[in-house]
Each structure stands twice: as C-alpha cells, then as structure tokens.
C-alpha cells in the first residue's frame, strides 16, 4: 500500500462497526434525531480488502473468504470457528451486499462452473484512491485461472511474511507506463516482493507449459534484473521448468566461478589444502592441536564462494534424472504391454473353454489336450 493510499484511506474511513447488539441499538435510538447519513459505510477492513482486489485485478469468493477473515479486528471474531481459515459465506455475502450498495464493486461467474468472482467498477477505484484504469472491469475468461493461482501465491506467502511488502503486475505496469511504439517492454514479473531487509524477490507463477524459447529467456532475464526469484510452478510447469531453470543458472555459476578464479580463488583453496595437509602431517587425528581458527578463518571465504557451483551441480542431477526417468518410464511401458498381452491371452483361453468345439485338435503339428489357465477363472 503506498503512502497516497494511506492518506486517502484515513480519510475516508470510518469507524468500526458497533458491538452492541442490534436490539439495544434501536432501544437507544429510539427518541433520538434521525442521521441523515445513514446506511452502508466503509471500514478499515474493507478499504485494506478492497486495494487487495484492486492491485490484483479481481478475487474469486473463496479467496476473498480468507481475505476478510485475515483483516477482521480481533474484537469481532468471537463468532468464528476456532481453526477456520475463511469467514462464512453468510458474513461474506453480507459485505459483498454492503459494497455493492455503495457502488464499489461489480461481480460474476466469468467460467462456466466456477465460483463467483468480484472486481472493482470504476466507482470504486476512485473512492478509495486506486491508481489504475477502469479498463473493461471484468477479466477475461483465458486470464481468469491465472489471476486465481497469482491470488492464491500471495495469500500464502502474505500468511507466512506478514511484514513484507508485495508489489502487484497491475502495479509495475502502472510505473513502466506504456511502451512507446516500436520500443518493446521487458519482461514484467508477477510481482515483486520487498522484504524487511531490503532483499528484492521477483515472483514468477507459471499455470501452463511455455515454449522452451520463451521460458528460457524469462528466467534469464529475471535472474539477470533481480537478487532473488521465486517460481511457483503445476506440476506438469514445474518438469518443464527444471531444464532451462537450472540451465541458465548453470550459465551464472560458470561465470562467476570464471570471475573468481581469475580474482584470487584459486590461490585461497591451495592455501587452505595446503594448511590442511601441513596439520595431518604434523598432528595426525589429534584435531586438538590443530590451529582451527586460522583454519576456519581460511575455509568459510573459500565455502561462500564455492556455493556459486550449486545450480552446476543441480544442472548435472537433473540431466541424470531426466536419463534415468526416460529409462524407467520406457521399461514400465514395457511391462504393462507385457501385462496386457497376457491377460488378452488368459481372456480368449477363458472364452474358449466354454465352447471345446472351438478348441483346435493340433496348433503347429502339436496336439492340443487342454488350456491352460488360472484357478479363479476356472469354473
């Protein structure tokens, strides 16, 4: 949330709602002046949900169930199930009502089958002060299972680093502005995640199969812009992705293993083999009279810099689980073809034992005294 959003949040929010109960309520209205500002108001709670759905385009219910219950001051959960995740749907439709009723949002099932779906209508940007474009409202359908899993990568990573801060694709695209013609715009991240420390992590979210091409230069491109990339990947992604990921950061490692060695690497490891041989030598086992703080002091810079091998190592384990795969996959396939030509065998035997005029006298000059087959099909 940035500082403009802030402000403009304090300004337009009101109190939380009252505790007191709804009958008390009108006892103590009764005799009163009538507000003239009476009906739906805006809270903390919904001002924060609603810049959630703004910087990530929509949100569909469930989601937004997790959302809500995440935002509700402590006071007001008395009412919830100890262990739930997500508020009631009866809660929820009640505050997707209340927004509706004050024009902040609109809302639809966009797929065939799935649940439904909220975003914010134009309205509702400019009340609570969102940067961003009205556009068409509603995502597109071929969008909408990718808006999901990006929702569902934030809702995790949100629950587990709190603190942090993360910034939305609406949001870069917003600060790149738009391309001039003929200019062509780099790669744009999911999002991009700031830590407490001041590390900067690109978030990748890949829901289908891409071109080993494409995919390949994405993952150059983030690993070359950013300190830190999180990929989040289906599982049929995710197999693909392993290849050309630790590819291009074998490409890194190589690199930077080739800078360090020109800078003084090699030196550091034959002094520090050298220090390690000279204490065998002279004090054998004896690991006491070893001098291990000038050994330490010479091992931990040549460790850290060494670890840049890492994406080399992982490289080489997965082009050897790739071989090893392909020849597992290929002698189970064997083997269930193997399986299938047995039962259909074990299946025309069965059928002919129940009609012997069927059974031949002689097959290749042999003749033919019976069929053999299991206990349990036999009658």
């Known amino acids: 949330m940035t500082i403009e959003e802030t402000d403009h949040l304090s300004s337009i929010v009101d109190d939380e709602p009252s505790l007191i109960p709804e009958r008390e309520r009108e006892q103590l209205e009764k005799g009163t002046r009538r507000r003239h500002d009476r009906g739906p108001r805006l809270t903390a709670r919904d ?15 469930d989601q937004l ?21 997500r508020l009631s749907l009866e809660r929820t439709y009640d505050t997707l009502e209340r927004w509706r009723a004050l024009g902040l949002i609109e809302h639809g099932t966009i797929l065939h089958g799935d649940r439904l779906w909220t975003w914010l209508s134009r309205a509702g940007l400019r009340e609570i002060g969102a940067p ?6 509603q995502p597109a359908s071929v969008r909408v299972p990718h808006l999901y899993y990006v929702n569902q990568v934030r809702l995790a990573v949100e ?11 609406r949001e870069i695209r917003r600060e790149l502005g738009r391309p001039m013609k003929g200019e062509q715009q780099p ?11 001041g590390k900067i992590t690109a978030i990748e979210v890949e829901r289908r199969l891409k071109d080993e091409g494409i995919l390949e230069e994405t993952l150059r491109t983030l690993a070359m812009g950013y300190r830190s990339v999180w990929y989040f990947a289906s599982r049929p992604a995710k197999k693909k992705i392993g290849f050309p990921l630790w590819f291009v950061l074998t490409l890194i490692g190589a690199g930077l293993i080739f800078y360090l060695s020109t800078h003084g690497l090699d030196r550091m ?25 000038r050994l330490w002091l010479e091992t931990w810079p040549v460790w850290v810099r060494t670890l840049v091998m890492t994406p080399i190592i992982a490289f080489w384990r997965t082009l050897e689980n790739s071989g090893n795969g392909d020849s597992v996959r290929f002698l189970h396939q064997q083997e269930r073809e193997r399986q299938r030509r047995v039962a259909r065998s074990k299946s025309k035997a069965t059928r002919r034992t129940h009609h012997p005029e069927r059974i031949p006298d002689a097959v290749n000059g042999h003749l033919v005294v019976g069929v053999s087959i299991d206990d349990e099909n036999a009658e």
Do not use: M
Not at 190 to 195: E, H, K, N, R, T
């Open 159 to 169: 629950e587990k680093r709190s603190q942090d801060t993360w910034k939305s694709e």
């Open 65 to 85: 169930q997790r959302l809500l219950l995440r935002h509700t001051p402590e006071r007001d959960r008395v009412k919830v199930k100890p262990g739930t995740d």
């Open 132 to 137: 961003f474009a009205y556009s068409k409202g």
């Open 187 to 197: 790669h744009v991240p999911d999002a991009i995640l700031y830590a407490t420390n």
């Open 47 to 61: 001002v924060i949900c609603l810049l959630w759905i703004a910087h990530q385009f929509a949100i569909r219910l």
């Open 269 to 293: 490891i034959i002094a520090q083999l050298t220090d390690y041989v000279l204490a065998i030598k002279r004090h054998h086992a004896d690991i006491a009279q070893w001098n291990i703080s």
